[in-house]
């Protein structure tokens, strides 16, 4: 399975645009890239996945380079509420792997007003 | 929907105490896990189950059973409990079996304490 590789914290200020980098070098042909957002006292939320390029929904967008072994999580102008840990995570949908997701320390993001 | 349930909210025991952890799901979600969150970590797996009627070990599977007791319910079982499993507890549930591409979907955690 890939390992990643994540930023322990990240700071920032409201308003401001936040890009998290996550290295995962040993990324198979199949594997996914999904970040979560987790809330303290709460469990994760998904929030983005992508497979190669870029990808946009409401809440963020994920830019992965054509080697595919690093991916940036792009928080569009944060606010006090996007404090939160973000978790990376590699896999594939091979039954596999079912149930091995790895989550490691993930980034604590603080944003400050 | 109530989307992920888990109860208790908070629990505290005495070493060598028993407890089951429960947790629902009602999204007709064919997958459930079970995770534990130490101070300052990333969740880890300890038990996962495909579909109902499997069971299998994760990463952390040693002082716990799981019950997949229905397409709904998955439990989560101390049977004597240690200090080493003081921890948040998390369920969660996904459609398909497929880690990479599927959404799993998180409870609010119940938070353990073993004195």
């Known amino acids: 399975l890939a390992k990643t590789t994540q930023p322990i914290s990240m700071d920032s200020y409201e308003g401001q645009e936040v890009n998290i980098t996550c290295s995962h070098n040993?990324?198979?042909?199949?594997?996914?890239i999904t970040w979560y957002q987790q809330f303290p006292s709460q469990g994760p939320r998904f929030i983005i996945q992508?497979?190669?390029t870029k990808v946009t929904n409401e809440v963020a967008s994920l830019f992965i380079p054509a080697d595919r072994k690093s991916s940036t999580l792009s928080l569009p102008r944060v606010s006090l509420s996007d404090t939160a840990v973000y978790y990376c995570?590699?896999?594939?949908?091979?039954?596999?792997?079912?149930?091995?997701?790895?989550f490691g320390q993930g980034t604590t993001l603080q944003v400050k007003p | 929907n109530a989307g992920v349930t888990q109860t208790p909210k908070f629990q505290v025991l005495k070493t060598g105490q028993s407890m089951t952890l429960q947790c629902a799901q009602d999204?007709?979600?064919?997958?459930m896990y079970w995770y534990r969150q130490d101070p300052g970590m990333g969740l880890r797996l300890i038990y996962y189950s495909a579909s109902e009627g499997t069971t299998d070990k994760g990463e952390v599977p040693n002082g716990y059973n799981v019950s997949r007791l229905n397409k709904r319910e998955f439990s989560l079982r101390l049977e004597s409990a240690a200090p080493s499993q003081t921890s948040v507890y998390f369920c969660a549930s996904s459609d398909l079996a497929g880690v990479g591409t599927d959404t799993q979907y998180f409870g609010p955690g119940t938070r353990l304490t073993v004195l």
């Open positions: 999204m007709n979600h064919n997958s």
């Open positions: 995570l590699v896999g594939s949908p091979s039954s596999s792997n079912t149930g091995k997701l790895i």
């Open positions: 040993n990324i198979a042909t199949n594997d996914y």
């Open positions: 992508g497979y190669k």
